[in-house]
């Protein structure tokens, strides 16, 4: 996936009203420092599938976190990762959408991350025009290429001081999101665009990441700073000098972009309120103990000031607020409040009507008998977001805009017991009325026998069951459609013993796996809520 826009046009005719631009003879290419880069990183370099499209993206740290570009994620369902021969899915930590960048969180560990300028050192060792650099990613396909080019123009920093460069480099749709390496093998950006054919061609742009790194430096391992925290934990903790008590405002003065923290305890069944008031740009994290980034905000506040407001669980929080530039200091007054978290009782089958406040959840219980499913959606002229969690507090299922319009829609199966739903705006400008269907439906499990097809229609991703008797030996499960299926198998006990999503043909699922004798659960479902048609089900025993 790569971004082409009008913005690409009216970048390089600044370029070439305003600045340098690159005609001839430009400086030597060292090839074997870039075959050094590739044989060093090309590890840290993955493929990222969505319903959407494809792109590139590459850790920056051991922890299994992945850079890449918004554009590539946005308005995903599900994130798949392709790394060492094997897929993973991931989420969307953060976003940064007008610098077109996104923070990607997985589970994958022990994996190797490049290397990037450390935050003292912010834009020096950027490539001046005629210098060459190198970039890797997936243009076409599940290999990894290498292109490399040179720097032709270079634009003035944003306010958040990312950078853009123009490359000849060959950007090809795939290399979205991809690093792009100088020749001492430092990662200084990530392909973002290019000029489609119809308007130009070879003219691709590079957005700069150094302001990232000073922004977030403890999610790069790659500087080696030894001054910065080794830790988010000691990131977040090591500096907090100050107590707060809720409900009492703290003055304090802002010292452009340094960070002031602040520690606060939350009773349980409560939620966190802070922000500030000022004449300045203010920005606020909120970290737990073990020092993970729980919530950001910039500007949700009155003017430019920061406001959060979160459910939390009982502990100790540490709140960092700090200027959105350097210019930005001067007084400002931190307030905290923690307020009682509300939850509605809900009866299956009413419609409740309320109104939506940006950003902030508003939490619903419901019971849910033995052997039925639920069905809980959202009807609005808004953008809704909802989340489904278990009785021990667990996310089990979220959702963006699978209902109506923008709306939410879960459809999902589980055990007896108590649930809760989540209700919230997509961004702070969703507010206003909406209503919540919840329903429950009873389980529908169709008994196949092995050896006879099944034909039935997918309907996204609302599981379809089959139950099948095996004799000891091995049961082979798999589909037939056009559609991208993914399959589950449970044994009688509801424990999942294998799954699979692209192991058949095209995008369909295969399962071949030795078991016991007895009765066991398939599952079939596609892959996102477009994978909608129809597909057959064979089952083999030997």
């Given at each position: 996936?790569i971004?082409k826009?009008?913005?690409?046009?009216?970048?390089?005719?600044?370029s070439?009203?305003?600045?340098?631009?690159?005609?001839?003879?430009?400086?030597?290419?060292?090839?074997q420092?870039?075959?050094?880069?590739f044989?060093?990183?090309?590890?840290?370099v993955?493929l990222?599938?969505?319903?959407?499209?494809?792109?590139t993206?590459?850790?920056?740290?051991?922890?299994g976190?992945?850079l890449?570009?918004?554009?590539?994620v946005?308005?995903?369902?599900?994130?798949?990762?392709?790394?060492?021969?094997r897929?993973y899915?991931?989420?969307?930590?953060?976003?940064?959408?007008?610098?077109d960048?996104?923070?990607?969180?997985t589970d994958?560990?022990?994996?190797?991350y490049?290397?990037?300028?450390?935050?003292?050192?912010?834009?020096?060792d950027l490539?001046?025009?005629?210098?060459?650099?190198?970039?890797?990613?997936?243009p076409?396909?599940?290999?990894?290429?290498?292109?490399q080019?040179?720097?032709s123009?270079?634009?003035?920093p944003?306010?958040?001081?990312?950078?853009?460069?123009q490359?000849?480099?060959?950007?090809?749709?795939?290399n979205?999101?991809?690093?792009?390496?100088?020749?001492r093998?430092?990662?200084?950006?990530?392909a973002?665009?290019?000029i489609?054919?119809?308007?130009?061609?070879?003219?691709?742009?590079i957005?700069?990441?150094?302001?990232?790194v000073?922004?977030?430096p403890?999610?790069?391992?790659?500087h080696?700073v030894?001054?910065?925290?080794?830790?988010?934990?000691?990131?977040?903790?090591?500096?907090?000098?100050?107590?707060?008590?809720?409900?009492r405002?703290?003055?304090?003065?802002?010292?452009?972009?340094a960070e002031?923290?602040?520690?606060i305890?939350?009773?349980?069944g409560?939620?966190?309120?802070?922000?500030?008031?000022s004449?300045?740009?203010?920005?606020?994290?909120?970290?737990?103990?073990q020092g993970?980034e729980?919530?950001?905000?910039?500007?949700?506040?009155?003017?430019?000031n920061?406001?959060?407001n979160?459910r939390?669980?009982?502990g100790?929080?540490?709140?960092?607020?700090?200027?959105?530039?350097?210019?930005?200091?001067?007084?400002?007054?931190?307030?905290?409040?923690?307020?009682?978290?509300v939850?509605?009782?809900l009866?299956a089958?009413?419609?409740?009507?309320?109104t939506?406040?940006?950003t902030?959840e508003?939490?619903y219980?419901v019971?849910?008998?033995?052997?039925?499913?639920?069905?809980?959606?959202?009807e609005?002229?808004?953008?809704?977001?909802?989340?489904?969690?278990n009785?021990?507090g667990?996310e089990?299922?979220?959702?963006d805009?699978?209902g109506?319009?923008?709306n939410?829609?879960?459809?999902?199966?589980v055990?007896?017991?108590?649930?809760t739903?989540?209700?919230?705006?997509?961004?702070?400008?969703?507010?206003?009325?909406y209503?919540?269907?919840?329903l429950?439906?009873p389980?529908?499990?169709?008994?196949?026998?092995?050896?006879?097809?099944h034909?039935?229609?997918?309907?996204?991703?609302i599981e379809?069951?089959?139950?099948?008797?095996?004799?000891?030996?091995?049961?082979?499960?798999?589909?037939?459609?056009?559609?991208?299926?993914v399959?589950?198998?449970?044994?009688?006990?509801?424990?999942?013993?294998?799954?699979?999503?692209?192991?058949?043909?095209?995008?369909?699922a295969?399962?071949?796996?030795?078991?016991?004798a007895?009765?066991?659960?398939?599952?079939?479902?596609?892959?996102?809520s477009?994978?909608?048609g129809?597909?057959?089900?064979?089952?083999l025993t030997?």
């Amino acid at each position: 996936m790569i971004r082409k826009s009008v913005l690409s046009i009216v970048l390089v005719a600044f370029s070439m009203a305003l600045f340098i631009t690159c005609s001839s003879n430009p400086k030597g290419v060292n090839s074997q420092n870039f075959q050094a880069i590739f044989r060093e990183n090309n590890e840290a370099v993955v493929l990222i599938e969505t319903e959407i499209g494809k792109g590139t993206g590459f850790f920056i740290n051991s922890s299994g976190t992945v850079l890449t570009c918004y554009h590539v994620v946005e308005g995903a369902r599900q994130i798949r990762i392709s790394y060492s021969g094997r897929t993973y899915n991931a989420t969307i930590e953060r976003f940064w959408a007008a610098e077109d960048q996104a923070i990607l969180r997985t589970d994958i560990t022990r994996n190797r991350y490049v290397r990037v300028n450390p935050p003292n050192r912010r834009n020096m060792d950027l490539p001046g025009v005629l210098d060459s650099v190198m970039a890797m990613g997936f243009p076409t396909g599940p290999n990894l290429s290498i292109n490399q080019g040179y720097i032709s123009s270079i634009f003035p920093p944003t306010n958040s001081g990312m950078i853009t460069l123009q490359t000849d480099t060959a950007i090809n749709p795939g290399n979205s999101g991809g690093p792009i390496f100088n020749e001492r093998g430092i990662v200084i950006g990530i392909a973002t665009s290019i000029i489609s054919p119809d308007e130009g061609s070879g003219i691709g742009f590079i957005h700069t990441i150094d302001w990232l790194v000073s922004l977030m430096p403890y999610h790069f391992e790659g500087h080696n700073v030894t001054t910065q925290p080794t830790t988010p934990a000691q990131h977040a903790i090591s500096r907090a000098t100050i107590t707060l008590t809720p409900g009492r405002p703290y003055n304090a003065t802002l010292q452009g972009t340094a960070e002031q923290r602040y520690n606060i305890r939350v009773p349980a069944g409560r939620r966190l309120i802070a922000y500030t008031e000022s004449n300045l740009d203010t920005v606020m994290r909120i970290y737990n103990a073990q020092g993970e980034e729980i919530a950001f905000d910039d500007d949700s506040g009155t003017n430019l000031n920061a406001r959060v407001n979160i459910r939390v669980p009982a502990g100790t929080y540490t709140i960092e607020v700090r200027g959105y530039g350097s210019g930005d200091t001067g007084p400002y007054t931190l307030h905290t409040i923690t307020e009682a978290v509300v939850i509605t009782n809900l009866t299956a089958g009413r419609v409740h009507r309320a109104t939506l406040q940006g950003t902030i959840e508003q939490l619903y219980n419901v019971r849910v008998p033995a052997g039925r499913r639920l069905i809980a959606y959202t009807e609005s002229n808004l953008d809704t977001v909802m989340r489904i969690y278990n009785a021990q507090g667990e996310e089990i299922a979220s959702d963006d805009d699978s209902g109506t319009g923008l709306n939410a829609r879960v459809n999902i199966r589980v055990p007896a017991g108590t649930y809760t739903i989540e209700v919230r705006g997509y961004d702070s400008g969703d507010t206003g009325p909406y209503t919540l269907h919840t329903l429950t439906e009873p389980v529908v499990i169709t008994n196949i026998s092995a050896g006879r097809v099944h034909s039935a229609e997918l309907q996204g991703t609302i599981e379809q069951l089959y139950n099948i008797r095996v004799p000891a030996g091995r049961l082979i499960a798999y589909t037939e459609s056009s559609v991208d299926t993914v399959m589950h198998i449970y044994n009688s006990r509801g424990q999942e013993i294998a799954s699979d999503d692209d192991s058949g043909t095209n995008l369909n699922a295969r399962v071949d796996i030795v078991v016991p004798a007895g009765t066991y659960t398939i599952e079939v479902r596609g892959f996102s809520s477009r994978d909608v048609g129809s597909y057959t089900l064979h089952t083999l025993t030997q």
